[in-house]
Each structure stands twice: as C-alpha cells, then as structure tokens.
Nanobody, 115 residues
Framework: QVQLVESGGGLVQPGGSLRLSCAAS???????MGWYRQAPGKQREFVAD???????NYADSVRGRFTISRDNAKSTVFLQMNSLKPEDTGVYYC??????????WGQGTQVTVSS
C-alpha cells in the first residue's frame, strides 16, 4: 500500500479547466493509478486510470476532455480536466491498484463546476 494525497480541486466556471494531482508516499511504478468521482447523492463512478506502462483508460463521459498522466519519478499522478461541465462536479478520489486490488485511496478533493 501507499498513502495518497489529492490536490488541485476548486471552483471553476463551465468550460474551464483544472488539474488534479495525486501524490503517493512511495513508488508507484508497479501500480495502476486511477481516479473515481462521487457526485452528491450518487454512487462513486470511474473516471480514468493509467497502467504502469502508461496506457490510459477513460470513462465515456470524460473521454476527449480529460487526460490522465503519471510521473513515476515524482510518484505523482495527474488528471487534466478541460471543457468542464456542471455534471463533472463531485469529490474526486485517487487510488492505487495492484493485481486487481484497489487497497489505497486518497481522502478526495472537491471539484465544483458552476457559474
């Protein structure tokens, strides 16, 4: 397991951008890293992940607008979010996955898209 700390959330107008960061306490080289989000009153949903080799996957709702990347040397994962919509509002959680087990989660960072 690694400890994960998210940052970069905030309030942004529709059409705006935010960049989320997820800093890990140790090496993330072996882990698939990803993001989930949870809107008020809704279940947590998958947003994106990136394998140790750098292959990304995206939810249909964010593909083409969000980009996930990783810097293994800095043990950090990023989520660049562009063309934000009100429906992107929620708490964004970072996780680390190894052999199909998502044992490490961050505390979450709030993203609010509103005019």
């Amino acid at each position: 397991q690694v400890q994960l700390v998210e940052s970069g959330g905030g309030l942004v107008q529709p059409g705006g951008s935010l960049r989320l960061s997820c800093a890990a306490s140790g090496s993330i080289v072996r882990f698939t890293m990803g993001w989930y989000r949870q809107a008020p009153g809704k279940q947590r949903e998958f947003v994106a992940d990136i394998s140790g080799g750098g292959s990304p996957n995206y939810a249909d709702s964010v593909r083409g607008r969000f980009t996930i990347s990783r810097d293994n040397a800095k043990s950090t994962v990023f989520l660049q979010m562009n063309s934000l919509k009100p429906e992107d509002t929620g708490v964004y959680y970072c996780y680390a996955e190894l052999f199909g087990e998502r044992d490490s989660w961050g505390q979450g960072t709030q993203v609010t898209v509103s005019s």
